[in-house]
């Protein structure tokens, strides 16, 4: 986040969204699962701030497949899925 308040994410400026007391819940394996007290927000600026690069995964938000510029809400269930690739 710069000085202006706004979130800057590849080319786009978005607004930045204030932590709340709301909780959503990221699975990023069986084992790994944080709650969070950061919505709502854009899933790439969970993402940034959790030090995942939204290039490298795919998120499904409550069992279906969303882009990184969706807004968590309060209650969401955000997966993260590993995206492996190679050549």
Same mark, same amino acid.
């Given at each position: ?24 819940? $990221?699975?990023?394996? %069986? ?17 940034? %701030? ?5 290039? %490298?995964?795919? $998120? ?16 969401? %269930? ?10």
């Amino acid at each position: 986040m710069n000085t202006s308040g706004l979130w800057i994410s590849g080319m786009f400026m978005k607004p930045a969204y204030k932590s709340t007391k709301y909780h959503m819940k $990221l699975i990023l394996s %069986e084992k790994d699962v944080r709650i969070l007290d950061h919505c709502p927000a854009p899933a790439d600026q969970i993402l940034l %701030e959790q030090g995942i690069n939204p290039l %490298e995964v795919i $998120l499904s938000r409550n069992g279906k497949l969303v882009s990184e510029d969706t807004i968590i809400e309060s209650g969401d %269930e955000v997966r993260i899925i590993r995206i492996a690739h190679g050549g």
